[in-house]
């Protein structure tokens, strides 16, 4: 072999990007390892390789293509991205012969980072979205070299992903508030860097400040409850925020229902201890004034009207945000009411 042709295949192989681990499921795969390649010839190229500079029977030094070979291999291992199944055919081969060298330079370094190449697409799959993995699909559906496999993670990947990105946020503006909608709609006009951003940690900001104007608007029509926990929200973290609206929100609006509807049975029964005490002064007036019983008896049907009257306002205020405001207006009219009744009977039977 020349020895020009022999430096020329050991730095493709040494300078090949190197990925994530082998796996023997993807050997049965592996395409026949090619022959050394000449500078210009890639990684599963059948196109046969430039005529040589000097004539074929050129000698080569065994120790000095030995010495290049176990610096290639050396320079393999330094590699970021060697994988440890690479390693541990690396150390191999320089535990070895000359000829171990040699065949792992040429044979086994293309193999492995193909199948090394395949894992790592293979293991784009969990985190994808449709666009990605029907591509991922379509990869190993095909038949493929090393060029292809390296294609595949350093462009077509990406370009996918961002196709993914797009729809995702499409699905996310689509029923986002104010804020979230104007951040995805500039994350859609960007660069696939913007909208990878935007998912990543763009969305959920834009979507907190949705949170704290909802809440704030929640407060402004909300009870005395409503009132404080949205402002602990407001106080607290994002995750406080979304609970708050989630589920807090109605906790406690049903605690200021339930405040209210005491208010209203509470004023109802004060309403009942009056009447009660105006029913005895009227039938003590009756004792005194016989003959005004159909007075009596029309002044008190207007007592109960007034009071009906009274509970009805309270009730049409408790599905309200400020019914606990309506139910203590509704409570004062019908106390009112009451006096001006009771003052109207007492006239009516002195003058009798």
Same mark, same amino acid.
């Given at each position: 072999?020349?020895?020009?042709? @022999? ?9 090949a990007?190197?990925?994530l ?13 090619p022959p ?10 059948r ?28 320079? @393999?291992?330094?590699? +970021? ?6 390693? =541990? ?6 535990n ?29 799959y ?10 991922i ?21 990406? =370009? ?10 499409? =699905? ?5 508030? +104010? ?37 704030? =608007?929640?407060m402004?029509? %909300? ?5 404080e ?26 605690l ?18 009056? %009447? ?5 002064s009227?039938?003590?007036q ?21 009071a ?11 599905g ?17 009411a009451?006096?001006m009744i ?11």
């Amino acid at each position: 072999m020349k020895s020009s042709r @022999i430096r020329a295949a050991v730095t493709a192989a040494a300078l090949a990007p190197a990925v994530l681990f082998a796996s023997p499921a993807f050997a049965a795969e592996t395409p026949a390892a090619p022959p050394a390649t000449a500078p210009d010839q890639a990684v599963g190229d059948r196109t046969p390789a430039k005529p040589a500079d000097k004539p074929a029977d050129t000698p080569v030094d065994p120790a000095k293509q030995a010495e290049e070979d176990r610096a290639a291999i050396q320079k @393999i291992l330094a590699e +970021p991205k060697c994988t440890e199944y690479m390693r =541990q055919a690396a150390n191999k081969a320089l535990n070895g012969t000359a000829a171990d060298m040699r065949r792992f330079l040429e044979v086994e370094v293309p193999v492995i980072r193909l199948d090394d190449a395949r894992i790592e697409i293979a293991r784009l799959y969990d985190n994808a979205g449709p666009k990605l993995r029907q591509g991922i699909d379509d990869f190993f559906h095909s038949k493929h070299t090393l060029a292809d496999a390296t294609r595949f993670l350093e462009v077509t990947q990406h =370009q996918l992903r961002d196709e993914d990105n797009r729809v995702l946020i499409a =699905q996310i503006i689509d029923k986002a508030g +104010p804020i979230l909608k104007e951040k995805g709609r500039a994350a859609l006009k960007g660069t696939p860097e913007d909208r990878a951003k935007f998912l990543e940690t763009g969305q959920h900001e834009a979507r907190d400040q949705d949170n704290r104007v909802l809440i704030a =608007q929640l407060m402004s029509t %909300g009870g005395p409850v409503v009132k404080e926990k949205g402002l602990a929200a407001l106080n607290g973290t994002p995750e406080d925020r979304v609970k708050f609206l989630q589920v807090g929100q109605h906790e406690a609006r049903a605690l200021d229902k339930k405040a209210e509807e005491e208010a209203a049975k509470n004023a109802q029964g004060n309403k009942g201890t009056t %009447g009660t005490g105006q029913t005895g002064s009227t039938n003590a007036q009756q004792t005194v004034a016989t003959g005004n019983g159909s007075s009596t008896s029309t002044s008190t049907g207007n007592v109960n009207t007034t009071a009906n009257g009274g509970r009805t306002l309270a009730a049409t205020g408790a599905g309200d945000e400020t019914a606990w405001a309506a139910a203590a207006s509704g409570t004062a009219l019908a106390a009112g009411a009451a006096l001006m009744i009771a003052a109207r009977r007492r006239r009516a039977n002195s003058e009798a």
